[in-house]
């Protein structure tokens, strides 16, 4: 089946600096990736829908200037949490939409710890 | 932002017993979907719905689209350790950005 691949993991990172994180279609092209964030015990939050060879889109309240998307391939699309703070920390997850009957499939989370 | 409420937000029982988790909301919805996921990973789709009073049934798994598409049904029968997780019903976000918008999920225990 469709997989989106999303790397790293995990990353542990210092207070200030950036994080980058990629998420791949590895046997689909996806023109529309969906980044959310997921605080523990809580559900997702859709923060951005990232298309490519544009500039994304943001939900309210996400600040564009911190949260980079860059989406350059059919296939690429990366996040970029500059200036990274605390309260930052989070499960970042990525997601592209494949069919009506097949739903949205969607990477396996990055773990952001900044500290 | 259309909203989903997810109700029980937390739920343990026995092996064997069944349940019942409801996903509901004021809006209508062109369709529903449910998802599993467990900690640390991404979302798994369980069913999409799209029919008004649509049922589904993935083995020991019965979803329910309400016929004014508004609310749905998980319902679960002899439950099983494995089923544990966390459920999360999900549909359009309705914002034009065709990205999702999530229940607060069920954190579902099934105790041996």
């Known amino acids: 089946g469709a997989v989106v691949s999303q790397h790293p993991s995990w990353v542990i990172c210092k207070s200030g600096t950036s994080v980058k994180i990629e998420c791949r279609s590895l046997?689909?092209?996806?023109?529309?990736m969906f980044w959310y964030r997921q605080f523990p015990k809580q559900s997702l939050m859709l923060m951005a829908t990232s298309n490519e060879g544009s500039k994304a889109t943001y939900e309210q309240g996400v600040e564009k200037d911190k949260f980079l998307i860059n989406h350059a391939s059919l296939t690429l699309s990366t996040l970029t949490v500059t200036s990274a703070h605390p309260e930052d920390s989070s499960f970042y997850i990525c997601?592209?939409?494949?069919?009506?009957?097949?739903?949205?499939?969607f990477g396996s989370g990055t773990r952001l710890t900044v500290v | 932002t259309q909203l989903l409420e997810q109700s029980p937000q937390f739920l343990s029982i026995q092996e064997g017993e069944n349940l019942t988790v409801y996903c509901n909301s004021s809006s209508v919805f062109s369709s529903l979907q449910w998802y599993r996921q467990e900690p640390g990973e991404g979302p798994v789709l369980l069913v999409t719905v799209v029919t008004g009073g649509e049922v589904k049934k993935l083995k020991r798994l019965t979803f329910q689209f309400g016929d004014a598409r508004k609310d749905s049904s998980l319902h679960i029968t002899a439950a099983q350790p494995g089923d544990t997780g966390l459920y999360l019903c999900a549909g359009p976000s309705g914002g034009g950005a065709d990205g999702l918008t999530f229940g607060k999920g069920t954190h579902l225990i099934i105790q041996p």
């Open positions: 997601s592209a939409f494949l069919a009506r009957d097949y739903g949205y499939t």
């Open positions: 046997d689909f092209q996806a023109t529309t």
